[in-house]
Each structure stands twice: as C-alpha cells, then as structure tokens.
DNA sequence: TTATAAAGATAGTAATGCTATCATTCTAAA
DNA sequence: TTTAGAATGATAGCATTACTATCTTTATAA
C-alpha cells in the first residue's frame, strides 16, 4: 500500500501552488536541502536555481521571496507535526502519556516521513530548529499573522495546551507552557549542539536527557497544586 | 555625582574599539535606533552612515559587518544586565528572593541606565527580545564560539545556574532552566505583543503576568523533591 | 486544434555588502 | 613648533542580491 500525505497550505504563503507541479515540488524538496546546508542568510533563490536546474525567474513564479519560502517551509512542518501527534496519540486517553509523546515527538530526531517523497522531515525539524524563530522575528510580523500564516503553530500550541488542561483543568498558563515545551525543545537541542555550555547535557548530547529536562519542567508545573 | 559605566568587550567584536571615540559611540547609539525602528534585516550599515552624517566605509573601520554588531550589541547587554543583577541582588542571601528579582528583571521594562549616556537600555532591551537570538542562530555559531562571542550570555547563564543550585542543590538542570528563563522572558514577551494568541495574557498584556508565569514554572521545578 | 498554463531563456535595475585609495583634520610626542 | 600618526571624510568601484519584465518554447486539456 502506498500513500501520499498532502498538506492543504494557506495560499497567502505562494503565489503557485508548489504541490501542484514538479518543479514546485523540487523547490521545496532542494530549499530544504540547501537552507539546511548553508543556513538560511546564505540561501538566495539564485542558488536555488541552479541546483535545480531551473533560474531565478522560475522560482519566483512560486515565492514572493525567500522569507515566504521560510514561512511555508515551517509552516507545512507545524502542520505535519499536528498530523504526526494526532496519529501517535489516537486511541490514547491519560492525557499525562500524551504530553510526553508530545515532547518525545517535539525533542528527538524526526523520521523521514514517506507519504510526503519530496519533504525530507528530519531535515526539516533540523530547519525548524535552527532558522524557524525568524520566520516570525521580523518587523512584518503583524501584518504576516493577520494573514494567518503563523496558525499551523498557533493550531499546535492551541492543541498542547488542551491537553495540558485536561492534566490539571486548573492549570493557568497552558498555551504559554505549551509554546515553551515547543521552543525549548528546539533551544536545548540547538545549544546542545553548538552551545553546549548552555545546558546541563554535557558532552554525551543525548536527545533523551533534553525529554528528562523537559518533563520534569512541564510535570512539576502542572501537577503543582 | 555622575558616574560613567564602562563595559569591557571583547577584543574580536570590533575592528576599532568604539567606546574609544565619539564616531563609535554614535554607531553604538544609532544602530540601537535604527535596528529598532526597522528591524535588524532592514538594517544596512549605508542607512545607519546617513543617520550618522558619516560613510558606510567609516563604518566599516569599526565593525567588520552588521552581523558582528549585533553580537556586540547583544554581548553588551548581558554584560550589562549581569552587572545589573548583581547591583540588585547586593547583600541579598535568600536565593529565592534573587531568583524573583532576576526574573523581574528579564521581564519588565527596562530603565535607561544613565551612567551609559550613549546607550538606551530601554531599547536595546526590546531588540535583544526581537533580534537577540539571531546572533547565534547563524551557519557559523561554532566558529563564533569559539571566538568567545558569546561568553556574556554564558556568563549570565551560569549565574543564574548556580542562584537555582542555591535554592536546591539536587536540581538536575539548572543551566538548562537558567537559559529556559532567558528566552522565555523574551518570548513571552514577544508573543504577548506581536502573537497573543500564543500567551495566557490575554488583552491586558501586562508584564506581569509573565513574571507570574516564569515565578510558577521556576519554582515548582526546583522546590519539587 | 487551439488556447492557455507552465517553464525556459535572457536582460536589466536598484540596493546591498563590501574593499580600496587618497586627501584632510586632529592630536600628542619630539 | 614641527611633525608623525591616527581618525575621519570623500569618492570610486565591484560582485552579489533581490528582484521585475519580456519573449519564446513546451506541455496539456478542452
């Protein structure tokens, strides 16, 4: 059985559907791979091009400018990440087990996902974690949110606080705990990685320890009276 | 009596020192404007000349690109706030109280210290919040590193670490809560602002509720046994 | 078969991110 | 008082970036 994941994007965030043709699909499939390899401020659509074997121009019918391409990229991976908690939790009911799968899921290296060919999704998260706060630390911030383009990650967070709430309904800050799991678990891999007198981890860099910080932060909180 | 606070730097942060002269001090507090009012990608060191009534190329003797300044700028904050804890926290022996007044002082408003004449706190305060962590969020944060660019946030980190040892000496991660504090000072900030949906804070975005936060997560992770 | 959408090819332009050079001014030591 | 050195000013230039425009060719579907 073979199946194809497709992820409905908010149209603000192209101007061509990129799921829609090939060359779309290399956009995304090849911008991983070079935002990933050089970082996103040495990344130019020009680039870009020639290693797809297409030009500039030919970019830009499907993006405004490297910064939508940005947003779309962490954008389909906040969506995808819904998709993938809900699929790891289905039949699940102790909310306690669901917030840690959440986090597991949020802290440890992702599988390529292989109902979507072109989206390699451990690149992506790796994408996510080092370049995903400037898809919204810019001066256009606003104007970008009234487009709704930041509601996948809204969508996500929205979703772990729920379940924060039904592990204490009297909880009071579920959806700022919620986007603190999700930032957390990307600042401590990446300082872990780069930084790592930043964080208690040490030298063995093991995701694990980041799930054990995170838990114990997020359990001590809401099991508080 | 007026007094004048001085802030050592690091020596790879600059081409020409410029706390030395009075060109490098408005570079400093022109830069604080300018990256402010438009954001640090619209920031170009040509812009920042014009504002100044001086050349791009004079500039450029002082800091080798625009990134380098950010760094400078963030270093010289945490650099400064360290100072400023420390100042806050003189004679204070209850670790708890300490680790309040550090988390006031991440996030609220900050005052202009009038002892930097050349530099707004205040401001600099909200760029660190919105640019901050585009300083290490960069394909070269290991060579940085190892430059020593971001000592003053180690620094600061590690003094924070060991107030939360303090408090209980079995917390099993304190740098990583240390830095978990930082950020999330700032990005509950940011969000509360910018992405409301994303906080508790509602409408009324006031501050203190995140220090509401930041005091209950802090406290039940290291008062838990 | 014929529109029409997508892609390819090419050109061009303003802004950005620098580097280089030479002249001028200012300061501090000889 | 002269003079050397440092800092600044003024100007030029160049490769790259970030686009926009236009025209042609190639698929595709009605």
Redesign the interface.
């Not at 009071?172 to 705990?177: C, I, M, V």
């Given at each position: 059985m073979e199946l194809e994941l497709k992820i409905k994007m908010n149209e603000k965030l192209f101007l061509r559907d990129p799921e829609q043709t090939e060359l779309g699909k290399k956009i995304i499939q090849y911008s991983i791979q070079l935002i990933h390899k050089?970082?996103f401020?040495?990344f130019t659509f020009k680039k870009l091009a020639e290693n797809i074997g297409t030009t500039e121009a030919g970019i830009y019918r499907y993006f405004e400018n490297k910064h939508r391409l940005l947003i779309y990229l962490t954008a389909w991976y906040w969506s995808w990440l819904e998709y993938s908690v809900a699929i790891h939790n289905n039949n699940i009911d102790d909310p306690t087990v669901k917030l840690k799968r959440i986090i597991n899921l949020l802290a440890l290296t992702v599988e390529d996902d292989l109902k979507t060919s072109h989206i390699n999704e451990n690149i992506l998260h790796q994408i996510v974690i080092?370049?995903g706060?400037?898809a919204?630390?810019?001066?256009h911030?606003?104007e970008d949110?009234k487009d709704q383009l930041?509601k996948p990650?809204?969508d996500l967070?929205?979703k772990i606080g729920d379940i924060i709430l039904e592990c204490n309904s009297q909880y009071?800050?579920?959806?700022?705990?919620a986007?603190?799991i999700i930032?957390?678990a990307h600042?401590?891999n990446?300082?872990m990685k780069?930084?790592p007198?930043?964080?208690?981890?040490g030298n063995n860099k093991d995701e694990l320890e980041i799930v054990?910080?995170l838990s114990?932060?997020v359990f001590?909180?809401i099991k508080?009276k």
């Open positions: 050089n970082g401020e040495a080092a370049e706060s400037k919204y630390l810019t001066n911030v606003s949110n930041f990650y809204k967070c929205a009071k800050y579920p959806k700022s705990l986007n603190t930032e957390m600042f401590q990446y300082f780069y930084l007198a930043l964080t208690d981890f054990s910080f114990d932060l001590s909180s508080q």
